[in-house]
């Protein structure tokens, strides 16, 4: 392969690791929301309690989510310059 340019195996590395950064994210973002947003469908809570929880619920599942996957690529990247 030319110098400086990725061989094929590195790409699908890229790829593998890329997914395995979307997948374990959105199952996070699952999980948390789902922890949250449990006593609002168990339960008979009041509208704005549940409406809390639910608004709660997704804003933390997302930020899971995107932080996971965010430290998954940057762990990707410090590998992949280390050389590893």
């Known amino acids: 392969m030319d110098r400086g340019r ?9 790829t593998v690791e890329i997914m395995y950064a979307l997948v374990s ?3 996070l973002a ?3 929301f789902g ?4 006593p609002a469908l168990m339960w008979n809570l009041p509208r704005s309690v549940s409406l809390t929880l639910l608004t709660t619920g997704g804003c ?11 430290n998954v690529l940057r762990e990707h990247g410090r590998q992949r310059r280390a050389g590893r």
Do not use: P, Y
């Open 35 to 38: 922890a949250i947003v449990t």
């Open 60 to 70: 933390l599942g997302a930020l899971a989510g995107i932080v996971r996957i965010v």
């Open 6 to 14: 990725e061989s094929r195996w590195e790409k699908d590395a890229a």
């Open 25 to 27: 994210g959105g199952v």
């Open 30 to 32: 699952l999980l948390v």
